[in-house]
């Protein structure tokens, strides 16, 4: 019988491997990995070769098989780098906190990287816990920062001489998207009660937004096109690391009623309908996705009465019904000026979500099952923006039922005019 078992063991194994690494036949080669698993769990690599082969074929689909995979793995071999960030990931995916906590701490204790602090710091601030979240956040700067890589070691020593800036000039610089710098704006006010300047850049076409808003009256905001070596600044920062600073809490943001201000005047004046802006999807170049919906959904909402739908994205799909405005946006003043003048705002998560909460407008907010690291809150508010109600997937992707209910949250408002 051992004999036997021992001869199937590699027949599976061997076929595993072919359809694995030759064919590339990557569900047949998860049915051979079953099949060697079920007689023998002393294998850790097999159980990580499986892991990431459901990871590749089924994604988050198939999240507890991958956990129980990583499990098997971890009774075998304890204390695997490997095997510990799988563990961590998909606990932490399947809302399994404590677990996650878990197994990112033990991760920590052996030989980290500045990718698992990053990690772990974005673990952290999903769960609201701003002030160790963002001192292990700080790491990933040591992972690629193009802005200040010959002048900052961002971590979490360096940033301990920003704690006393009273006679330094701050030059506080961007990162990520365009979203990013409108939500962690917020933050830049209060370094300049700490800092003799502060110096904010941002990108071109927030420039003209950010400047001319109250909250940054006494801040010098310049764009990225102006050339740095030409700025004096005793000290860099992040824009990702302000929260450190200030010492943020989760609890109670600055800002959240909205700080962004831009003067429109009902400039489009274009209907007397309930005006309603939608985007339904983010920058491609994004490190994330499962945030995206096709227009498509949105044209439930065409058939309650009295509602007009206009486009704010930049590159619009067509689609009949919806009225394109994105396309002849020049810079995000114009953005500003056409979110505003709508009734209400149905966005994902992207800049254009970010931007009705700053300026304080009505907005829903459209979430998948799992979300980016920023939204540690989405009950009656998202935390970062009170104007902005989250409506959350209850399953990854699965967005009928999110357009369902968001259908009928919209035809009470429009019914009420409230």
């Known amino acids: 019988?051992?004999?036997?078992?021992?001869?199937?063991?590699?027949?599976?194994?061997?076929?595993?491997n072919h359809y694995n690494l030759e064919k590339k036949d990557y569900k047949k080669a998860i049915e051979?990995?079953?099949?060697?698993?079920?007689?023998?769990?002393?294998?850790?690599?097999?159980?990580?070769?499986?892991?990431?082969?459901?990871?590749?074929?089924?994604?988050?689909?198939?999240?507890?098989?991958?956990?129980?995979?990583?499990?098997?793995?971890?009774?075998?071999?304890?204390?695997?780098?490997?095997?510990?960030?799988?563990?961590?990931?998909?606990?932490?995916?399947?809302?399994?906190?404590?677990?996650?906590?878990?197994?990112y701490k033990q991760l920590l204790q052996i030989n980290p990287t500045p990718t698992d602090y990053y990690n772990y710091g974005g673990f952290l601030i999903h769960n609201g816990d701003f002030k160790n979240g963002h001192k292990y956040f700080a790491y990933r700067n040591l992972i690629d920062n193009e802005v200040f890589k010959n002048t900052l070691t961002p971590n979490i020593e360096s940033l301990?001489?920003?704690?006393?800036?009273?006679?330094?000039?701050?030059?506080?610089?961007?990162?990520?998207?365009?979203?990013?710098t409108i939500m962690y704006s917020r933050f830049v006010p209060a370094l300049k009660e700490k800092a003799k300047k502060v110096i904010f850049v941002v990108q071109e076409e927030l420039l003209g937004l950010i400047k001319n808003s109250s909250i940054f009256k006494n801040i010098i905001v310049i764009s990225n096109k102006e050339d740095l070596s030409q700025i004096q600044y005793d000290l860099p920062l992040m824009l990702l690391d302000t929260p450190l600073l200030v010492n943020a809490d989760s609890s109670n943001l600055p800002y959240a009623d909205g700080y962004l201000e831009v003067n429109y005047n009902n400039s489009l004046n274009i209907s007397q309908k309930f005006k309603i802006g939608i985007a339904y999807s983010g920058d491609k170049s994004a490190n994330y996705s499962g945030r995206d919906?096709?227009?498509?959904?949105?044209?439930?909402?065409?058939?309650?009465?009295?509602?007009?739908?206009?486009?704010?994205?930049k590159d619009a799909d067509i689609c009949e019904g919806i009225i394109s405005l994105g396309q002849d946006f020049k810079n995000f003043t114009d953005t500003a000026c056409a979110i505003k003048n709508m009734d209400l705002i149905i966005s994902t998560d992207n800049v254009i979500l970010n931007l009705a909460g700053a300026l304080g407008v009505r907005t829903i907010g459209?979430?998948?099952?799992?979300?980016?690291?920023?939204?540690?809150?989405?009950?009656?508010?998202?935390?970062?923006?009170?104007?902005?109600?989250?409506?959350?997937?209850?399953?990854?992707?699965?967005?009928?039922?999110?357009?369902?209910?968001?259908?009928?949250?919209?035809?009470?408002?429009?019914?009420?005019g409230k």
């Open 1 to 16: 019988m051992q004999n036997s078992n021992q001869n199937l063991l590699v027949e599976y194994i061997t076929l595993a």
């Open 32 to 103: 051979y990995y079953e099949k060697y698993v079920e007689l023998d769990k002393t294998k850790a690599v097999v159980f990580n070769i499986l892991a990431n082969l459901y990871s590749k074929v089924y994604g988050d689909n198939s999240l507890k098989r991958q956990l129980e995979c990583y499990e098997a793995a971890n009774l075998v071999k304890p204390n695997d780098r490997l095997i510990l960030h799988g563990l961590a990931f998909c606990s932490e995916k399947l809302n399994r906190k404590e677990e996650a906590d878990k197994y």
């Open 160 to 180: 301990e001489k920003l704690k006393n800036i009273a006679d330094k000039a701050v030059l506080v610089h961007y990162e990520q998207g365009f979203g990013d």
């Open 293 to 313: 919906v096709g227009i498509k959904f949105f044209k439930s909402l065409l058939k309650i009465d009295n509602v007009e739908l206009y486009s704010l994205q």
């Open 366 to 416: 459209l979430f998948n099952n799992q979300t980016n690291y920023r939204w540690f809150k989405l009950k009656d508010n998202t935390g970062w923006y009170k104007s902005i109600m989250p409506i959350q997937a209850k399953q990854q992707n699965d967005w009928v039922p999110v357009f369902e209910k968001l259908q009928e949250i919209v035809t009470e408002i429009v019914r009420n």
